[in-house]
Each structure stands twice: as structure tokens, then as C-alpha cells.
């Protein structure tokens, strides 16, 4: 499986702009990138994904650098509610069924 | 809209005991995948069925076993439990061929083994 490097952790201020970093040097040409995130003491949460082109949805957005090596994802305005870890995961295009690995993603704390 | 459905939500066993955790997954889907996660650690895959049969093995250890019923609820046997069994373990569900595919992860079962 393709890895992904996350930073252990970031801080933002409540109603700021955050953007999570992922490296995926090692991506190949069939592979989505994923994003969840799990709350504390909760399942994890779908938050985007995407394959080439930037994403966005209600929850976030999703910027892919152009040789996809890497890619961020974006809260617009983090609220105390987005604090959480945030997994950055890789899925072969079409393995519909396959397992997600989790690295140890990113722990977002959010400051009032 | 119905989300994953996992029972018991918190369990406490003994050493060498056994334990059953059940999944109802979203209905239609069709996929079940099972996770543990330990104390401060991140989930770990153990294993998945599709249509009812095993489509992918993780981490599983040979103790525990699981299997996809008919009506699609799937159930994790633990045997024998280790106090390093204590997790949570996290039951997800999908639909195979879902162009926006997403693994919709139930809320957990906190299993504690004394």
C-alpha cells in the first residue's frame, strides 16, 4: 500500500482558515485520496475525497498538487467542533471493497 | 438517514472469556468491514465480507473469527480475550461499486477485558 505522511499535530483559532497537509510520494495513478476524520470517542468521518482535480464539498475542500504527490485539505473556517484527527488515506481507483489503512494522521486542535 | 448500528456499545469481560460484537450495516449495503483500535492508537483493519463472503483479511488474530449474515448483519467472535483486546472496535459499511465511494463507520463497541 502507497503511505502517506502526515504532521503529528496543528493548532489553529477558531473561525481561521486551516490547511492539513498530506505527502504521498509513493501514489500511483490509480489511487484516490481520502480524507476522514475522527472525533473523540467517535467512528471516523468522511470528509472528501478526490483523484486529480481540487474538490470541494459542504464539509471542506480538497487541493491536489499537480504531479500528485502530495495534497492539502481545506477547512474554510475551523470551528471547536472540527477538532479532531485527521486521516489522510489512499484507495485503489475501482477496489471498491478495499480496507483503508490509517497512518497516524494529523490531531487538530481548535483555540477559542 | 440510518447509519451504521453497533451492539453491545460497552463491554466488559474477563481474561479467557469470549465475546460477541454485532454490525448492522446501512441497508443495502453490501460490504462490512471490522477495525480495532487500541488506547491512543489508530484503527487498525481486521477483516471484511462482501455479499456475505470474507473479501479482505487484516490483523485479525486466529482467536477471533466473523462472519456476514444473510441479511447482511455481520458479528465479530473474540475468544480466549487478553487484556490487549480492550479497544474499540469500529464496524463500517459500503457499497461496492458506489461511484462516491465511502466507508460510513459505526459509533463502536469499547470492549474492556479485565
Known amino acids: 500500500d502507497a503511505k502517506t505522511t502526515q504532521p503529528n499535530s496543528m493548532e489553529s483559532n477558531e473561525e481561521e482558515p486551516v490547511h492539513l497537509p498530506c505527502n504521498h510520494s509513493?501514489?500511483?495513478?490509480?489511487?484516490?485520496i481520502h480524507w476522514y476524520r475522527q472525533l473523540p470517542s467517535q467512528g471516523p468521518e468522511y470528509v472528501i475525497h478526490?483523484?486529480?482535480s481540487n474538490v470541494n464539498n459542504r464539509m471542506a475542500s480538497l487541493a491536489i498538487a499537480e504531479d500528485r504527490k502530495s495534497s492539502t485539505l481545506i477547512l474554510h473556517r475551523a470551528t471547536l467542533r472540527d477538532a479532531a484527527v485527521y486521516y489522510c488515506?489512499?484507495?485503489?481507483?475501482?477496489?471498491?471493497?478495499?480496507?483503508?489503512?490509517f497512518g497516524p494522521g494529523t490531531r487538530l486542535s481548535v483555540l477559542p | 438517514a440510518a447509519g451504521v448500528i453497533q451492539s453491545p456499545r460497552h463491554l466488559i469481560k474477563e481474561k479467557r472469556e469470549t465475546a460477541t460484537l454485532k454490525c448492522y450495516p446501512i441497508?443495502?449495503?453490501?460490504?462490512v468491514y471490522w477495525y480495532q483500535q487500541g488506547p491512543g492508537q489508530d484503527p487498525q483493519f481486521l477483516i471484511s465480507?462482501?455479499?456475505?463472503?470474507?473479501?479482505d483479511k487484516g490483523s485479525i488474530p486466529d482467536r477471533f473469527s466473523a462472519q456476514q449474515f444473510s441479511d447482511y448483519h455481520s458479528e465479530l467472535n473474540m475468544s480466549s480475550l487478553e487484556l490487549g483486546d480492550s479497544a474499540l472496535y469500529f464496524c463500517?459499511?459500503?457499497?461496492?461499486?458506489?461511484?462516491?465511494?465511502?466507508?460510513?463507520f459505526g459509533p463502536g463497541t469499547r470492549l474492556t477485558v479485565t
Open positions: 463500517a459499511s459500503s457499497l461496492v461499486g458506489l461511484a462516491d465511494y465511502e466507508q460510513y
Open positions: 509513493t501514489i500511483s495513478g490509480t489511487d484516490y
Open positions: 478526490g483523484l486529480t
Open positions: 488515506i489512499l484507495r485503489v481507483r475501482d477496489n471498491y471493497g478495499q480496507n483503508f489503512v
Open positions: 441497508p443495502r449495503h453490501d460490504t
Open positions: 465480507f462482501y455479499e456475505k463472503m470474507q473479501s
